[in-house]
């Protein structure tokens, strides 16, 4: 049993175009978020809300004693995931029946900064020092691991792979009325596995709650261990400032309401920017699932596997070892499912999301 976690990024960040006017404080932070509605998606794609999931309440553990003297008095939260709505989604793996996808939430469910909120306040806060920590959530997703089929070939280790935590915040301290110090920019993936899944009986809820709760404790660590440099030597931004930044994210043109263009996406980025490079291109219905075929330089129509998708100005698709998935949206996010066939032989529908950043998949 191995656990992996990546390196979290310290950066001392500035964000572009920064007017410098009065800002509100911390009491009238904005409670919205853009939340595009479903009747916008096309028709084909669209699918239940993942509100009807069973869902599944994580509880962070009671933690040691932080390594490093936290230098907040007090957190504050705002969530700019793409969605809100939960933590993320697991295929479970029923004892008697065939597996189903789990919607996760944290504590009693009342918000993710809510509940995050005060569970570093409860563990963390310190009272007497000077700064409170604003934290913009811009990623916090638990997934089951997920590749193509290259990828596994290429990399047989991640066959060991289970499940991931991506968690991306911004830290900011928080003195005076109006004046943000950027802290931390923390971007991490950690990646669990097991190579006999029957051998251990911790189950994975165990292992996010657990390991969620290490991630958590190594952010505030860092946070604080930087807070007294950053404080002296940073940037002052404003809130409005930080607020359009991580607004500005969901402002690609495909996540608007504007028509889709028709055509096959060679990457992320047309997708992203709905502006699909390939026009000639036919898509067929083979052993009951959608393959793509391209027109070539001489006319013919050649098998694709290796496209990023597919939209054919109602529908979105996204491909996945050569067969097109339908895509729909929630919120900010794009899910779609795919299929494999879990350990007892059932057919397994799991349920994954499209990074809006990276183009990755969780």
Not at 75 to 102: A, C, M, S, W, Y
Request: proline letters at 6%.
């Amino acid at each position: 049993m191995k656990h992996s976690i990546s390196v979290a990024l310290f950066l001392l960040f500035a964000l572009p175009g920064m007017p410098q006017s009065r800002q509100p404080s911390l009491s009238v932070l904005p409670t919205e978020i853009r939340q595009p509605s479903l009747s916008a998606l096309p028709t084909e794609a669209r699918q239940p809300s993942l509100s009807v999931l069973p869902t599944e309440v994580l509880r962070l553990r009671n933690t040691a004693a932080p390594l490093i003297p936290c230098s907040f008095s007090h957190f504050v939260i705002i969530d700019r995931r793409q969605d809100t709505g939960r933590l993320g989604i697991h295929n479970e793996n029923v004892t008697f029946g065939k597996p189903e996808n789990v919607q996760m939430v944290l504590n009693k469910g009342v918000g993710v900064s809510a509940d995050l909120a005060a569970w570093l306040n409860e563990h963390f806060a310190r009272p007497g020092v000077p700064y409170t920590a604003f934290i913009v959530l811009r990623a916090l997703w638990l997934s089951d691991a997920n590749y193509l089929r290259n990828e596994r070939i290429n990399d047989p280790g991640i066959l060991y792979d289970r499940t991931h935590i991506q968690l991306k915040a911004e830290i900011y301290a928080v003195r005076d009325e109006g004046t943000y110090i950027p802290i931390l920019r923390f971007d991490s993936i950690h990646t669990y596995k097991r190579h006999n899944p029957y051998k251990s009986l911790t189950s994975y809820y165990t292992r996010w709650e657990n390991d969620l709760s290490d991630m958590l404790v190594n952010m505030i660590d860092s946070a604080s261990e930087l807070t007294a440099a950053k404080s002296e030597k940073g940037p002052r931004l404003h809130l409005e400032d930080i607020l359009r930044f991580n607004r500005s994210r969901f402002d690609a043109p495909v996540t608007d309401s504007a028509p889709l263009n028709p055509g096959v996406y060679a990457n992320f980025e047309e997708f992203r920017k709905n502006a699909p490079s390939i026009r000639t291109s036919d898509v067929r219905m083979e052993q009951k699932v959608r393959v793509l075929y391209i027109k070539d330089a001489t006319g013919s129509f050649q098998y694709s596997h290796d496209a990023w998708g597919y939209c054919d100005g109602r529908n979105i698709y996204i491909m996945r070892d050569g067969i097109l998935l339908p895509v729909w949206k929630e919120e900010n996010a794009f899910y779609f499912t795919n299929f494999t066939t879990s350990a007892s032989a059932f057919l397994q529908r799991r349920i994954y999301t499209i990074d809006m950043d990276s183009g990755r998949i969780y």
